[in-house]
Each structure stands twice: as structure tokens, then as C-alpha cells.
């Protein structure tokens, strides 16, 4: 049969070998450099840093957890127990104690809001919402900066959990956050086709897309090529293997809780091993203005209890905690008052964040509040400082600036300043 | 003068005023001569801006790629490619006007239309989670339900306004005394003292943001907790009330109902409420609007209906004419007036505040007529342009904060809904099955995007996004095998019976997904992978048409 195309100029078969070579070389990257790579493997996996953010979306009540005040009106009605750090917490955190040599608090935070939304962005990103700019969030701006540490990572640098985390701002849609439920699940990844004419696709697909942005000159160049790329990427991956949590055996998975923060913990780990730099972990829930210490000490506590023991620990004993970063924060804290509903609503002035592993000292508690808890009265710190903190324990220069879209420039952490008793 | 233009003015002196406006307005065109009142208003506006800033505008979309956009824009999906042929066969110089007065009068397409814009105001009112949770108190199928209607109708912006804010009734369909417009205040007003209803009915229908002043004033606008509170107290009658299943304890459906309210000092003839000030002081308010009307402080419903009394209250009030203007805008341009859009005052100046106020002037004068709207908008200049970036509008950037000019028409992502929407048709035309069955295959497809925060106010977000989920769902996924299906019956199928040669269907392909003819390198890559196909050129189809779903020219309103 005689086909019914002709060649125009500049397209010959050779041509279109090349498309093909091309999209399938981040593929077989791996493979040509592969000597090179497996040399310096042992070095890199040995230096490269980690973080497992573990977010408590709605506002945790830290006056009941981190930073009791026994015996104040505003004290509620637990009690403070001793730790492994030099340190007192809530009573109903018991197994988070034996672990607090390894994590310390930082009990002067003073924030400015406490708006969900403004506060979910002002913590994930340093920076208080602007309608004309986004802000890269800690995931994006921490995978952005430790990729250079994993050459052979295939799957995404920056995980999501349970929760949509924040986005990756001017720093594009590359480094946006992979969302996963703690199952390890993901949907739609099998490749019905085989890999030859999925490459055939991908050429094809190459071409519309450089045409199109060509003729709109509006799309940050290349933005969704590189999506694509590292979904082709991802879908080919062995790499993979890291978010198949249903492999651990059944004890790890009792130690970590079989809830879904409990098993997304558990995924964190996995991943770190595998290699990602950035994990977020989202535990919800946390907005309760209506009956808060019966529902914390019912189920949030003895849940974030477990989880959060249970990985501080598994790192440690894994050797992967002093290049593991774990921070954990919501958006603000809340009131100390107590309210008719036996809540407590959203308050941002006095608060506390809890930050170890990596190069972040464990076992102090950093500031202090009054004693009904309503005011910082030590050195307050902001979500900048928090973030310039550790951006410094896994190793990022502070020195380091992003161009925004529009050519401003940014200082990372937005030039927050370091919590010099925490990192060196 | 041309042809068309004389026709006008020979029907403009044999008939009387009013009618010939109409006349002239069902068949407006491009023609200059005989733009509406309205379109005038939006393209001076425009290009005066255009003036100001020495910019000049990217060409005119051309009629294949402005069709497309109008297709989704007003009725949710893709044109096929038999309407887009009737579109092109249409050689008028109206013939835009005339697809506009299909898509929104055509009986063909009232289903369609109702249904997108229910979709999206569902989306508005309740949130892509609303109503899919089985403790959830908002029946989803009942917002629909109402909202479908209404948009079927063509109701009033102003009444579907009132009837959302005053609503009383049942939830689920089918339920005695169901009144569907009830779901978008069912879940906002047992807790926290119904906050979320006051926040959410300033923030979506008068463009105030007021979350954060429940707490302490304001720090931007002129917004002070005093006046939360007050506006808050429009809700103190209402409650969602559980009705269970006969001899259980599983909610059946919710009702919303109006109770006589005693204040929280128990006097029902002076209903106040307290709230906390940030330094420990109580004060009290009562029902007031935020123009500073005030209104009946009795708590008796028999007295006063204080829902009944806020929804007359807002419409007197421009600041619904000036919010529903700002949002059908950017949902037609890709930008409001503001950013954000809902959060509206004088502390956020609007980009083209003449403008803004003469649309909303204009919106009250059709007596908020939604398809006389969009009807301006879809015809004027702004949104007849080439979304293109050039040399001569350089600046006009939003996307790095730049302040829209409306130079060029921007691109954007479709929405989920619009994106499935467009592939259910174009893997070949209708769904299967009752509107019930494919409403819920398209509910469970798109709560796969949907993220929840945690936090008692229901923020939610999307991974639809142009990320990795998304991509692997446009990969692999079923809609997508569904669309490049080629088993008999199927799009593809079709197609490679039509047309006179392998050539054509190429094109008819390219016609179908991104409304134009393939390039000469397109043609040649798929010339490469029929050979490496052996030549079976269904294959081949297949691969095409994949390319096409998955790219961004596809995913992008442009």
C-alpha cells in the first residue's frame, strides 16, 4: 500500500527518530549514566537531607499539648508529664515524651493570622497572601533545593499525604505537590500500551504542545512538557516501589497506628528512603471550637501520639533522623480563653511549633509564654524564622534567592532569621 | 456601506423602537454600526484602556477557535464536529451572534446549558465536597435540582439570589416540602453560630470578605466586628433541622426552617447577640445591614423574618450588581475587575471602575436578565481576541501581577467538569443512560481532584491542576480509553468510515479536538506513525487523537 503522506522540508524520518530518542531519553538517562551514578550513589544517599512536615490542618490547641499552664483559668484540664528533653508536655502524648531528646518546641510563636486559609498560607510559605504573586511553598522550595543531591529520583521530589499541602508558586507547576492518600495508592497509573508506542505518542503529543505555545507565547515555557515528562517518568519507574506501604508487616504498621495519619507516617518514612526530599503528612481536624479536650483526649491525641512517636523513633533507628528534618505546625494555635462551647477558637499571637532531626538540636524548648498563655514574653518567632531554621539544619544556604515571575527577587524563608539555640 | 448594514437600516425605519433593537440585537454582528448599547459600552471601556496604555490588542480569534471558546464558556464542553460544521456553513456576517442566541435560546441546548451552570454554582455555593459525604446535612442532588431549573428558566439573577438567601424546605428531592435552594444555607448555620452563612452569602453575592472580622476588625477594609456580628444576626432564626428514617436514627433529609430566635439573653422582643472583643470586652449587636439599615430587633418570626428582610435588603443594594458583573466577567475572561474577585470595596480598586459600574447598571436595567449578560460579553472585542502575547501588549501580563488590560484573551485551564464534559463528547456523543446514572459516574469521576482541608469551614482544593494526577488521569485513565476507543460504534470508529481519504480524517481529527487543520509537521509525524502502525490507520488515528486529548491546547480555554 502506498502511503499517503509526503515528507514536508525539514521533517525527515530521521527526524522524527529523534522525537522519539528525545522523550525517551529522561527514561533511559538512568541507564547511559549509569556507571557514573552508581559510584557516587552511596556518597549522595549518605549527605542527602530530608523533610516530614506533619501538618495539623484546622489549628492545633498547643496550649493543651506543647505549652501547658496547670492551674489557669486558661489551663484546661490536663496535666504536664515529664520527657526525655528538658522539657515538660501534655499528658496524654506519653510515647511523643520518651521522644523529645530528639524534638524541640518553640513556644514563643506569634503570628499575625488567623484565617485558615491566610494562615495555611502565611506557615507553608513565609509570606502573607498577595493577590498579584504565589509563593513557593516549604515543599517546593525545600525539593527545589535538594534535587541536586538525587540526579536519579524519578518520582516526584515533593509529596502530599492526606492533604493538598500549598503550591508551588512562581517556582511552576514541576514542583507542585503529589498528592497521595496514606494507602500509598495512586489512581490511573497503569500504562495500558507498551512502552515503544507510548513513546511514538509522546513525540506526537511534543509536537502540538511546542507549536501551540509558539503561537500563544504565553505559557511559561515548557512548564507542561516538564509535567509530562516526569509523569512518563514516574509511570516507568521501579522507584515506585517507596509508596507501596502495604508491604510493611503488620507490627510496624500497629506501631505507627492504623489510622490514616498513622499509615501516612508510615509512607513518609518509605519515601525518605526512597529518596524524596520533601513529605508532608496532614492530619485534620484540629478546629475545635466546640468540646476541645474531649476530642483530643478521645482520639487526636492518643493518634498523633502514636504516629508521630512511632516515626521520630523508626528514623532514628534507622540512622535517617539526623538527615531528616520533622516539623510539625498547623496554621495557628488557639485561644487560650476557653469559650461557652468548651472550645477554643483560632488565635495566632501565642503559640507553639514543634521542629527536630536533621542538623535542628532535639530536647529544648525554645521561648515561653505568659501564664494564662495569652502573650509571648520572650523573643517571638514568626513562620519565617521557623523556616530560615530549617532550611539551615538540612543545609540550604540562606543566601539563596528565587526570581519571581515577575522578576523580583526573593530571599528563601523570606530573609527569616535563624532560632540560633536550634541550629549551629 | 455593506449589504447587511442596509438590511438593518431599511428594518430600523419599518419598524418601531424597541423592537428593532431587539432585532438588532438577536443579529448583531462585528458590524460596528449596529454593536448594542451594551457591547458599545464594554468595547469603549476596553479600548480606551488599550489607548492609556499605548497598547494595541492581539488579533481576532479566528471563527473555529472563538467558536470552541463559546461553546465552553456557555454550555460546558467542545463543540462536536457536525456543530462546528453548521457553524462554519453559516456564511452571515452574524453568524457569531447567532451561535451565541443558539447556545443560550436553541431548546436543543437549554438541557446542557442549565446543567453547566448548576454545575458551577453548586461548585460556588456548596464546594466540589458539598453534599458528598453521607453526615453531610446539604442534599447535592437538590442544589442541582434547583439550580438546574432556575438556569432552564432563565430566572432572574436578583430572585435566585433571594430565593438561595431566604429559602426554607426540605432538602432532598422528593421530600415533603422540598425546596432545593435550601442546600446552600443547610450546612452553614448549626455551627459556630452561623458563621460560614454570614460569611458566605457577603463574600459570593456582595463581594465582601468579612471572615476575619468575627474576630477583630477588619485590617484592610472598612469592615469592623461590630458589623460582622450584626450582618451575622440575619441568621439567628434559621436552623437545620435532621429528619430520620422512621424508627432509626439515619438522617433521611434536612430541613431548613425560620424559629422564633431569643438572643442570648433570652428576650425574644430584644434577640441580641454577644460577641468578644480582642480585649476581653463583650458587646452587642443586633440586625443590621451593611449600609447601616437597621431592622425589627424582635426574635418572633411573626414580627420579623429576618432572612426575608436581609434578601430585600440586598436587593436594593449595587453591591450584587457589582459582584455578579465581576464574576460572570473573569468566568468569560480568565480575570475579574478585582483580585479577588469577591473581595470588592474601596480599599481594592477595580481595574476599569467606569465600567464595572455601567455593566451593573445595565444588568439591573434587564432586570438581571443572565442571558442578556452573557450575551454582551461573548460578543464584544475583548472576548473575540487571539490569545496571544505579542510585542504590542507586552505588559499586559496578570500572570505576574500585571493589572489586566483584556489586550488578548487569556489562556486558562478548563474546570474539571468542563474537561469531562468535553471528552464524554467527544468519545462520541451523548453519555449512556438516565441523567441520574451519568450524573453519578461524573460525580465519582470528579472527586478524585478534590482535596479538603480539615478545618470546620470546608476549604477545599483541586489537584486538577495541570499536575501529575491530572496528567496521568489524561494518560490512563477511563475517559480517556473511553474517547480513543476504536471498537465499533465508537468516535474513532466513525471516523475512519467518514472522509475521502486518510488525509481528510487526519483533519477531521484535528478539527474535532483543537478546532484547526494539523500543521505540515503534524501531518508528517502522523505519516510516521501510520508506517510504524503497519499501516493500520485506525492505530494511528488512535495515537493522534491521544496527543490531542492530552495536550495542553486542548486543556486550555483559549
Not at chain 1, 543566601?399 to 530571599?411: A, E, I, L
Not at chain 2, 428593532?20 to 458590524?31: G, K
Not at chain 2, 446535612?137 to 439550580?147: A, S
Not at chain 2, 453560630?193 to 463574600?203: G, I, P, T
Request: include cysteine.
Amino acid at each position: 500500500m502506498i502511503s499517503p503522506w509526503k515528507t514536508p522540508s525539514g521533517m525527515s524520518r530521521r527526524h522524527f527518530m529523534n522525537h522519539l530518542a528525545g522523550s525517551s531519553a529522561a527514561a533511559s538517562a538512568a541507564l547511559t549514566m549509569g556507571g557514573a551514578i552508581a559510584a557516587n550513589a552511596e556518597e549522595m544517599r549518605r549527605n542527602r537531607k530530608s523533610a516530614i512536615m506533619l501538618w495539623m490542618g484546622g489549628g492545633p490547641p498547643t496550649i493543651d499539648m506543647w505549652d501547658l499552664k496547670p492551674g489557669a483559668p486558661t489551663g484546661g484540664p490536663f496535666q504536664p508529664i515529664s520527657t526525655t528533653g528538658d522539657m515538660q508536655i501534655c499528658e496524654h502524648l506519653p510515647m511523643v515524651a520518651k521522644q523529645m531528646h530528639n524534638l524541640s518546641i518553640v513556644r514563643s510563636m506569634s503570628t499575625r493570622e488567623a484565617d485558615h486559609n491566610r494562615g495555611r498560607y502565611y506557615m507553608h510559605t513565609g509570606f502573607v497572601p498577595n493577590p498579584n504573586i504565589e509563593h513557593p511553598s516549604y515543599g517546593a522550595v525545600v525539593a527545589h533545593e535538594l534535587m541536586s543531591q538525587r540526579p536519579e529520583l524519578e518520582i516526584p521530589p515533593f509529596v502530599t499525604i492526606g492533604g493538598a499541602s500549598a503550591g508551588p508558586g512562581f517556582l511552576g507547576m514541576a514542583w507542585s505537590p503529589f498528592a497521595v492518600t496514606s494507602s500509598g495508592r495512586i489512581r490511573n497509573l497503569d500504562m495500558k500500551l507498551d512502552g515503544m508506542r507510548l513513546r511514538q505518542r509522546m513525540a506526537a503529543l511534543q509536537e502540538i504542545e511546542s507549536g501551540f505555545a509558539n503561537r500563544t507565547r504565553d505559557l511559561p515555557a515548557g512548564e507542561h512538557g516538564k509535567v509530562l515528562k516526569k509523569t512518563f517518568d514516574l509511570m516507568t519507574s521501579s522507584q515506585m516501589e517507596a509508596f507501596r506501604v502495604e508491604k510493611e508487616d503488620e507490627k510496624t504498621k500497629e506501631r505507627y497506628g492504623t489510622n490514616g495519619f498513622g499509615q501516612g507516617c508510615l509512607l513518609a518514612r518509605r519515601l525518605v528512603e526512597g529518596g524524596v526530599p520533601f513529605i508532608e503528612v496532614d492530619l485534620g481536624g484540629w478546629d475545635l471550637h466546640n468540646n476541645v479536650h474531649q476530642t483530643l483526649a478521645d482520639t487526636k491525641l492518643p493518634q498523633l501520639d502514636k504516629a508521630m512517636s512511632a516515626l521520630v523513633e523508626d528514623l532514628e533507628q534507622r540512622g535517617l533522623l539526623q538527615d531528616t528534618a520533622i516539623i510539625w505546625m498547623g496554621e495557628f494555635g488557639r485561644t487560650p480563653r476557653i469559650n461557652q462551647n468548651a472550645g477554643r477558637d483560632h488565635w495566632a499571637r501565642s503559640w507553639s511549633c514543634v521542629v527536630g532531626g536533621a542538623g535542628i538540636q532535639g530536647g529544648l524548648a525554645v521561648g515561653e509564654t505568659s501564664s494564662d498563655g495569652t502573650a509571648v514574653e520572650s523573643e517571638p518567632f514568626s513562620s519565617e524564622d521557623l523556616m530560615a531554621t530549617v532550611c539551615k539544619g538540612l543545609g540550604i544556604s540562606l543566601d539563596t534567592t528565587f526570581m519571581s515571575k515577575n522578576r523580583r527577587p526573593m530571599k528563601i524563608a523570606n530573609g527569616g532569621k535563624v532560632i540560633s539555640e536550634l541550629v549551629a | 456601506m455593506a449589504p447587511k448594514s442596509i438590511f438593518l437600516s431599511r428594518l430600523t425605519r419599518s419598524l418601531g423602537g424597541l423592537v428593532i433593537l431587539m432585532v438588532a440585537f438577536a443579529s448583531v454582528a462585528r458590524a460596528q454600526s449596529v454593536v448594542p448599547p451594551q457591547i458599545a459600552m464594554i468595547n469603549d471601556a476596553i479600548e480606551q484602556g488599550w489607548a492609556d496604555y499605548e497598547i494595541t490588542p492581539a488579533k481576532e480569534a479566528d471563527d473555529a477557535v472563538w467558536c470552541r471558546r463559546v461553546f465552553l464558556d456557555i454550555i460546558g464542553r467542545i463543540p462536536s464536529l457536525e456543530e462546528q460544521q453548521e457553524f462554519a456553513a453559516d456564511r452571515g456576517g452574524d453568524r457569531r451572534a447567532k451561535l451565541v442566541d443558539r447556545l443560550l435560546h436553541d431548546d436543543r441546548y437549554t438541557e446542557e446549558y442549565a446543567n453547566h451552570w448548576a454545575t458551577v454554582w453548586s461548585n460556588l455555593l456548596i464546594g466540589r465536597g458539598g453534599g458528598m459525604d453521607r453526615r453531610d446535612l446539604t442534599d447535592r442532588n437538590g442544589m442541582m435540582k434547583y439550580l438546574r431549573d432556575s438556569f432552564a428558566e432563565n430566572k432572574s439573577y436578583d430572585r435566585m439570589v433571594y430565593e438561595l438567601v431566604t429559602a426554607e424546605g426540605a432538602t432532598k428531592p422528593g421530600a415533603p416540602g422540598f425546596n432545593g435552594a435550601v442546600n446552600f444555607l443547610v450546612g452553614k448555620v448549626n455551627e459556630e453560630k452561623a458563621v460560614l452563612a454570614a460569611s458566605s452569602v457577603s463574600r459570593i453575592f456582595l463581594g465582601q470578605q468579612v471572615q476575619c472580622t468575627q474576630c477583630h476588625n477588619h485590617p484592610f477594609n472598612d469592615w469592623k466586628q461590630q458589623k460582622f456580628w450584626e450582618f451575622n444576626s440575619f441568621f439567628r432564626q434559621t436552623r437545620a433541622l435532621r429528619r430520620f428514617v422512621d424508627g432509626t436514627r439515619d438522617v433521611e433529609y434536612a430541613e431548613l426552617v425560620s424559629e422564633d430566635y431569643a438572643g442570648e439573653a433570652g428576650d425574644p422582643n430584644d434577640a441580641l447577640v454577644f460577641y468578644e472583643m480582642r480585649n476581653g470586652l463583650t458587646r452587642v449587636a443586633y440586625p443590621v445591614f451593611t449600609d447601616g439599615t437597621e431592622i425589627s430587633k424582635s426574635g418572633f418570626v411573626d414580627d420579623v423574618n429576618r432572612r426575608q428582610e436581609l434578601g430585600r435588603l440586598m436587593m436594593d443594594s449595587q453591591s450584587l450588581d457589582r459582584m455578579a458583573i465581576n464574576r460572570y466577567w473573569s468566568m468569560f475572561l480568565g480575570y475579574g475587575f478585582t483580585k479577588p474577585i469577591d473581595d470588592m470595596g474601596p480599599h481594592n480598586n477595580p481595574t476599569h471602575p467606569e465600567l464595572l459600574d455601567d455593566l451593573s447598571n445595565a444588568f439591573r436595567g434587564s432586570s438581571y436578565n443572565l442571558k442578556d449578560l452573557i450575551t454582551w460579553i461573548t460578543l464584544s472585542r475583548p472576548y473575540s481576541l487571539a490569545p496571544v502575547l505579542g510585542s504590542n501588549n507586552q505588559i499586559d501580563d496578570p500572570s505576574i501581577g500585571e493589572t489586566p488590560k483584556f489586550s488578548r484573551f487569556y489562556l486558562r485551564q478548563m474546570s474539571a467538569e468542563q474537561l469531562y464534559q468535553s471528552l464524554v463528547s467527544a468519545s462520541g456523543g451523548s453519555a449512556t443512560g438516565t441523567y441520574e446514572q451519568q450524573e453519578k459516574k461524573r460525580r465519582e469521576w470528579l472527586r478524585q481532584f478534590v482535596v479538603t482541608f480539615g478545618t470546620d469551614e470546608g476549604d477545599e482544593a483541586t489537584t486538577f491542576d495541570g499536575s501529575i494526577p491530572q496528567a496521568l488521569m489524561l494518560f490512563n485513565g477511563e475517559l480517556t480509553q473511553n474517547a480513543t476507543s476504536t471498537k465499533p460504534g465508537s468516535f474513532l470508529d466513525r471516523l475512519s468510515q467518514s472522509g475521502k481519504s486518510t488525509r481528510d480524517r487526519l483533519n477531521l481529527l484535528y478539527k474535532a479536538g483543537l478546532s484547526r487543520q494539523p500543521t505540515k509537521r503534524e501531518v508528517a509525524l502522523a505519516g510516521e506513525l501510520y508506517r510504524a502502525r503497519g499501516g493500520k490507520e485506525i492505530e494511528m488515528l488512535q495515537d493522534v487523537w491521544w496527543a490531542i486529548l492530552n495536550s495542553n491546547e486542548f486543556i486550555m480555554q483559549h
